[in-house]
């Protein structure tokens, strides 16, 4: 029997769901602060022609609004495919302590891929990081997405 995924997990799973059903690619973003939700978001690029509207993206957005502050630093981000460089640089602005993701993104990543943002030394801050959360589940739900596509 497999553990239960951490439930800002699965919630960022589930929105992933939500954004692949309106046609974005499947990628859910939840922002916490001492275990409660502070923000949520999927990814909204097709939606609201804007090719910043990742998941991560919007949720740090929403995440600073409702703290009222730009560093996040005593809160966590939980997404479901391994940050892009425009999502780790937004991550490490915003401080954000502990970066947790589902699936490693080898194509486009840039964590433990590509550029390793958090290593190099223009980086001013590293968060904790944790991978392969969920990862079953989000690599599932991006592989369908993309099989529709390139029929």
């Known amino acids: 029997m497999p553990f239960p995924l951490p439930p800002p997990m699965r919630l ?7 954004a692949a059903r309106a046609g974005e690619v499947p990628v859910g973003a939840v922002v ?10 999927a990814n909204a690029m097709r939606t609201s022609h804007d090719p910043t509207a990742h998941a991560e993206m919007l ?7 409702a703290l009222q502050a730009e560093r996040l630093g005593d809160c966590d981000l939980w997404v479901t495919l391994e940050p892009c460089a ?4 937004a991550i490490a602005h915003a401080r954000i302590g502990r970066l ?3 699936a490693a993104d080898p194509k486009g990543g840039a964590v433990i891929h590509g550029p390793r943002l958090f290593g190099q030394p223009t980086c001013h801050h590293r968060p904790e990081i ?5 990862e079953g589940e989000a ?13």
């Open 12 to 18: 960022a799973l589930d929105l992933a769901a939500e």
């Open 32 to 41: 916490t602060r001492a275990g409660q939700v502070v923000a949520t978001s």
């Open 59 to 65: 949720a740090i957005r929403r995440a600073a609004a």
């Open 86 to 89: 425009m999502c780790a640089g």
């Open 100 to 102: 947790y993701y589902a």
């Open 130 to 134: 944790y991978g392969g959360i969920g």
């Open 139 to 151: 690599a599932s739900l991006l592989r369908a997405f993309f099989a529709t596509r390139r029929r």
